[in-house]
């Protein structure tokens, strides 16, 4: 099975500025990751899916890069609504599909 | 637009049975896999399940073989859940969760406002 490690668990940031979140897997998952967002109540949302591909009516601000086991979701200037919970997912090697433990962005 | 409407959650006592169904629309039914996605309380997501387009192919995270069995019906745009053998550890919010085109691989592009199980005595 591979394990997704993100990182920090909790960011602090203030509206407006860039937010970083790390995503490790411990296999090579090549580009087969994918990004949610979650806020309190909701089904998540499907953000970036092959490490670096937008979803259909996802804002720019929000990138993903990487490939093998680092990747990185970068929002480039916080808005209010995208305080929540951020999880990857690989699909490189399953069953099973496997989900990283969360980063909970929020506000500084 | 798609929707994904899941039902049939509730109490269920240790060692009980249910059926969740997800009643899809907004998309053609027949020609995509299907997910089932956990969320405990407070906790993380879990994948729990996927089925193939044509219910061919059929996948189970270790925790729930045995136990638990996907299956859909494409004439009714329906995808259900049997769980059998329920243990306090299944209990989680269930979202059923549409795969995209298999051409771009295997997550979650779409998903359901989730049913609720509780599994407690």
């Known amino acids: 099975e591979i394990v997704m490690t993100q990182s920090p668990a909790t960011l602090s940031v203030s509206p407006g500025e860039r937010a970083t979140l790390s995503c490790r897997a411990s296999q090579n998952v090549i580009s087969n990751l994918a990004w949610y967002q979650q806020k309190p109540g909701q089904a998540p949302r499907l953000l970036i899916y092959?490490?670096?591909t937008r979803a259909t009516g996802i804002p720019a601000r929000f990138s993903g890069s990487g490939s093998g086991t680092e990747f990185t979701l970068t929002i480039s200037s916080l808005q209010s609504e995208d305080f929540a919970v951020y999880y990857c997912?690989?699909?490189?090697?399953?069953?099973?599909?496997?989900f990283g433990q969360g980063t909970r962005l929020e506000i500084k | 637009q798609v929707q994904l409407v899941e039902s049939g959650g509730g109490v269920v006592q240790p060692g009980g049975s249910l059926r969740l169904s997800c009643a899809a629309s907004?998309?053609?039914?027949?020609?995509?896999?299907m997910h089932w996605v956990r969320q405990a309380p407070g906790k993380g997501l879990e994948w729990v399940t996927f089925?193939?387009?044509?219910?061919?192919?059929?996948y189970y995270t270790d925790s729930v073989k045995g136990r638990f069995t996907i299956s859909r019906d494409n004439s009714k745009h329906t995808l259900y859940l049997q769980m059998n053998g329920l243990r306090a550890e299944d209990t989680a919010v269930y979202y059923c969760?549409?795969?995209?085109?298999?051409?771009?691989?295997?997550?979650?592009?779409?998903w359901g406002q989730g049913t609720l199980v509780t599994v407690s005595s």
């Open positions: 997912q690989q699909y490189s090697k399953w069953p099973p599909i496997t």
């Open positions: 089925i193939g387009y044509d219910g061919s192919d059929k």
């Open positions: 092959g490490a670096s």
């Open positions: 969760a549409k795969n995209p085109p298999y051409s771009r691989g295997y997550h979650f592009d779409y």
């Open positions: 907004g998309f053609t039914f027949s020609t995509y896999g």
